[in-house]
Nanobody
């Protein structure tokens, strides 16, 4: 069982930056991780993915060049650095652990463990 807890969300203005954190339990290091987000009235969507060792990352086109995913396995934590935030980035952000043996996917059904989420609101 992997327990995940997100933090770092908040209310910011367009152009500002935020860093989200996702703290995991001790077996966290075995898992590739991802961030997803869900805006009001929309389906949850993939944002970014990082391999278990941190050597490979992938991003949704909408955040590429603005967001950076990273991880510190010594601290059992995954981060999402969000720069140049836009109002359309407003959403609830979730971190998730990818099923063991699956290298990469943007499909949320393959992610077995989820945090409770953290709200990010970007005002114009």
């Amino acid at each position: 069982q992997v327990q995940l807890v997100e933090s770092g969300g908040g209310l910011v203005q367009a152009g500002d930056s935020l860093r989200l954190s996702c703290a995991g339990s001790t077996i966290f290091n075995d898992y590739a991780m991802a961030w997803f987000r869900q805006a009001p009235g929309k389906e949850r969507e993939f944002v970014a993915h990082i391999s278990w060792a941190g050597g490979s990352t992938s991003y949704a086109d909408s955040v590429k060049g603005r967001f950076t995913i990273s991880r510190d396995n010594a601290k059992n934590t995954v981060y999402l650095q969000m720069n140049s935030l836009k109002p359309e980035d407003t959403a609830f952000y979730y971190c998730a652990a990818l099923r063991l043996g699956v290298r990469f996917t943007t499909q949320e059904g393959w992610y077995d463990y989820w945090g409770q989420g953290t709200q990010v609101t970007v005002s114009s």
